[in-house]
């Protein structure tokens, strides 16, 4: 299989300094004789205000992609290059340091990781300006403008992460993502614990902030959700990139027997999905 995706990339991202490049990289994970490979060999690059979503299914390394794109998991090669930077070899304080800056931010499919359960939402998501240095009236006014754009009242200000809904609880995540203006964030299954109605909203949202010029890396297990928000599509399986290319070309003339296969099981993409006959001859050409 190979190991480089099967596309260009767009016009447009080849003009602008990418925010993040990814060449070649290697995650193990486990010692000696329980070492594994988690990615091989995967390479992309992601520009300013795009939107790159990343899908396979279960264990095919999406999750460690974006571990490894905010430091929380070492990459045994390849490089790793964030708004210009070289930081695939960066010590915990620096990736710390890097995080804190906001540079990188994240939103993880439990918004109870993203949020610090014993932080009222207003300290939560005035911490990370108030780190940056922003002074303590500016980061309240801030934070109350960004709570609009999540379609939250600032009612909610006072309270706990845990005092919210599932739902409400995501859209702060978000807010506390890029209420500092970061370059990158990783978003790793942001909706797939919400209900239909929730998610649709999160969608939206995460659409209305690509304006904003910040890039959006958005993994997910359901093509679905991604391809309505995706500029670019990256498939993984089994810890390679397969495909690459604009999200019109990938669900309408997908390359990859994988890709098809996802294409084919994605009901929300197509009005007659593949029946299961076709998905099942796909899948036994897949490990033919
Ligand atoms: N901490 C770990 N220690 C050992 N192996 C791990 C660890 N985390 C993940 N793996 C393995 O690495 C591979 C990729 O896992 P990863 O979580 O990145 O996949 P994923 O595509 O995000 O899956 P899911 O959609 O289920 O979250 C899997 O085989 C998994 O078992």
Redesign the pocket.
């Known amino acids: 299989m190979s190991t480089n995706p099967s596309r260009k990339p767009t016009g447009s991202e080849e003009s602008a300094v990418p925010v993040l490049e990814v060449t070649n990289l290697e995650v193990h994970?486990?010692l000696r004789r329980r070492r594994?490979r988690?990615l091989r060999g995967v390479s992309l690059s992601v520009a300013p205000g795009e939107t790159v979503g990343i899908i396979?299914?279960?264990?095919?390394?999406?999750?460690?992609?974006a571990r490894a794109a905010l430091g929380l998991v070492r990459a045994s090669a390849g490089s790793l290059v964030i708004d210009g930077v070289e930081v695939g070899a960066y010590g915990h304080r620096q990736w710390r340091d890097l995080r804190r800056r906001g540079v990188v931010q994240y939103v993880f499919q439990d918004p109870l990781r993203s949020l610090d359960p014993d932080l009222t939402i207003e300290a939560s998501l005035t911490e990370p300006l108030l780190i940056q240095g922003v002074p303590r009236q500016e980061a309240a006014s801030r934070t109350r403008a960004f709570l609009s754009r999540v379609r939250l009242s600032a009612d909610l200000l006072d309270r706990l992460p845990g005092e919210l809904s599932g739902g409400q609880r995501q859209r702060m995540a978000v807010a506390r993502a890029l209420v500092t203006e970061p370059r990158l964030v990783i978003l790793d299954?942001p909706v797939s614990a919400l209900d239909s109605a929730n998610r649709v909203q999160i969608l939206q949202i995460l659409k209305e902030l690509r304006a904003d010029g910040v890039a959006l890396v958005f993994?997910s297990?359901d093509l679905g959700s991604v391809a309505g928000v995706a500029d670019r599509i990256a498939v993984?399986y089994q810890?390679e990139l397969v495909e690459v290319g604009t999200a019109g070309d990938v669900i309408n003339q997908p390359q990859h027997a994988y890709t098809r296969l996802l294409v084919r099981s994605a009901p929300t993409l197509h009005s007659a999905a593949a029946d299961r006959a076709e998905r099942e001859a796909l899948r036994a050409l897949l490990h033919a």
């Open positions: 994970y486990g594994r988690a396979g299914e279960t264990g095919s390394g999406k999750s460690t992609l299954e993994i297990h993984l810890g």
